[in-house]
C-alpha cells in the first residue's frame, strides 16, 4: 500500500530538497554565527562570575536550604504512602468522630506543603534574593563591558 500525501516524504527546506521551482533550496543559515571576540569574553564574564564566590555563597544557600527541606518532605511523604498501604489498621483508627489518622496525616501533607513553601519564600527573601541581585547586576555591567556596552 503506498500513501498519497504530498508530506509523507517531503523534506525539510533546506535539506537538500528543491524548493517549489525546482532548483535546490537555498539552505537555512546557523541560529548562531562564528563566535566572535565580543562572545567570548562575554562568555568568559559568565564563566568567571560562576567561579566567584559571591556566587558560589548564593548556591550555597540555596542548597543548604533545599536539599534538606526536600528530603524531610519526601521522607514524610513516602512515610504516609508506606504507613498507608502497610499499616491500614494504624491509618483507620479514630481519631475524633469521623476522623482518622489517614485524614489527619492526608491534610498534614497540604500543611507542610503550604509551610514549605512559605518557608522557602521567606529564606529566598531574606538570605537570598539581595546578594542574588547585586550579582546580576554586576554580572551585566562586567558582560556589558566586555561587549563594548552594547548588551
Do not use: C, I, K
Not at 564563566?47 to 564566590?53: I, K, L, M, P
Not at 512559605?118 to 534574593?129: G, N, T, V
Amino acid at each position: 500500500m503506498t500513501y498519497e500525501d504530498p508530506w509523507y516524504d517531503a523534506l525539510a527546506s533546506g535539506w537538500g530538497g528543491l524548493d517549489g521551482t525546482g532548483r535546490p533550496a537555498v539552505a537555512v543559515p546557523p541560529a548562531r554565527g562564528e563566535p566572535d571576540a565580543a562572545g567570548t569574553r562575554a562568555r568568559d564574564v559568565y564563566v568567571e562570575v560562576q567561579r566567584s564566590q559571591a556566587f558560589q555563597e548564593v548556591r550555597g544557600r540555596y542548597r543548604r536550604f533545599v536539599v534538606p527541606g526536600t528530603a524531610a518532605f519526601l521522607v514524610w511523604y513516602v512515610g504516609y504512602v508506606v504507613a498507608a498501604t502497610t499499616a491500614p489498621g494504624l491509618m483507620a483508627r479514630p481519631v475524633a468522630g469521623a476522623v482518622n489518622v489517614a485524614m489527619v496525616a492526608g491534610l498534614g501533607q497540604f500543611l507542610t506543603t503550604f509551610l514549605l513553601t512559605w518557608a522557602y519564600s521567606r529564606h529566598a527573601r531574606l538570605r537570598r534574593d539581595r546578594a542574588a541581585l547585586d550579582l546580576r547586576w554586576d554580572t551585566q555591567e562586567l558582560a556589558r563591558g566586555a561587549q563594548g556596552g552594547a548588551l
